[in-house]
């Protein structure tokens, strides 16, 4: 690099922490390759198909606010992309104590087939130019910008071909670099790429799939006239409740064999396609969401997450919409657990499959902004003294005989027109 793009480059005070830690270990970037090496560390993940923005504070160049979206696919939304995600990191930093000094900004996607990254870096080279506009007509210069495909970086922002040649620098190997070796030491993991995770969360497809949707037709038929009958939607939730139960008891007994890679596979033999039906219409009732939130923490987390995953990806076809629910469970395990980053992609799922589902919208929200969910784990646990007194109760009752119901929103079989103005229970607060 030449001098003077180096002196813009964020460094001495970069501070990279665990998710949701207030403070963590002073980790000096110094580079456009020590920038990109560190990115996935930032992110706990590694990005693909995304633009990264991460706001700069102070003349040390601290980390602040980081910003992911998905790079859209047709150039002529980059504009308002552009505008929006700049609008967004800048005015979100401002709320959080202070304007931004700068941004770095990545552009991170692989190869098209038949495509050079070179080529992707060319291409993408218009929505970074978009990127700086929106940036600087709100004050804020992009420090650096910075396109990684196909495991090598290029500089948007570097004039000099002497530094930054055209076919770009070669990525550090995973695990071998002093920032990898620093973010071990201090604790912080990269959890595989977007796409590994979202592909955890996403609908199942082929066989499985085809025997699933008719099972969410029985179930469907069955269970959504009881849910909306109040006589009856207690009775469902009681059964849904144990029904829970009993599923996570089935995985805690049959754990997925020690780092193999087929874990998720394995969750899904082991729930058959009625009891996954089951389970996720009986979810669509706000209150026994609510009740299978207090699963969050201690023996009953790990179950329930390979529960709620599970079921995700089994709300397949025309139950697209009702992955909501399990994803949005998910997300609250991640988040309440420490895996802040695997909580952020989970919400944001959720809220692709439901952009109007309350529960999803605020979790995410409180998540992005940094909020401690100690406090809601404290509601959902007192939530859970109350309907559980300490004398003995029968599995899977959800309440003190005679307690009158609350009002739940209705429950949408697959193809019904979505109620406006849905109701938010007590634990979205």
Known sequence: ????????????????????????????????????????????FHPTDSLVMVAVHGEGGRFGGRLRVGIPTAPAEWEDTARQVADTLVRGSERR??????????????PRRGESAQRVMTRLRPLAQRVRLACGALDVPVLEALCLSDGRYWSYVCPDEHCCPAEGHPLVEPGTSVMAAAATFAGLQVRGSLSEIE????????????????????????????????????????????????????????????????????DD???????????ILGLQDREIRDIAAEWMENEEAAPALRLWRALARRCVG????????????????????????TARIALALALRADADYRFAQLLHHACNEGID??????????????????????????????????????????????PENRRTSGSEQ
């Open 373 to 418: 969910p100690a406090g809601l784990r404290q509601c959902l646990r007192e939530e859970r003294r109350r309907r559980e007194p300490r004398r003995k109760r029968p599995a899977g009752a959800t309440r003190p005989p005679g307690r009158r119901a609350r009002s739940a929103g209705p429950v949408r079989p697959a193809g019904t027109v979505r």
């Open 269 to 279: 033999a082991l729930l058959g396609h009625d009891e996954a039906a089951s389970m």
């Open 97 to 110: 104590g202070g304007k931004p000094d700068g941004i770095v900004v990545f552009l991170c996607q692989d």
């Open 318 to 341: 025309a139950y697209a919409e009702h992955a909501a629910a399990p994803l949005t469970l998910a997300g609250w395990v991640c988040w309440s657990t420490g895996d802040e980053p």
């Open 1 to 44: 690099m030449t001098n003077n793009h180096e002196s813009r480059t964020p460094s001495g005070q970069a501070s990279i922490s665990p998710a949701g830690s207030a403070a963590g270990p002073q980790i000096t970037l110094r580079s456009p390759a020590e920038l990109a090496d560190a990115l996935p560390y930032m992110l706990g």
């Open 199 to 266: 592909g955890r969360l996403t609908p199942l497809g082929g066989a499985l799939a085809r025997e699933q949707e008719p099972a969410l037709d029985r179930a469907a038929a069955a269970l959504v006239p009881k849910i909306l009958d109040g006589a009856t939607r207690e009775e469902v939730g009681a059964e849904t409740i144990s029904l829970a139960r009993t599923l996570m008891r089935r995985l805690t007994l049959a754990p997925p064999p020690e780092g193999g890679p087929g874990a998720d596979e394995w």
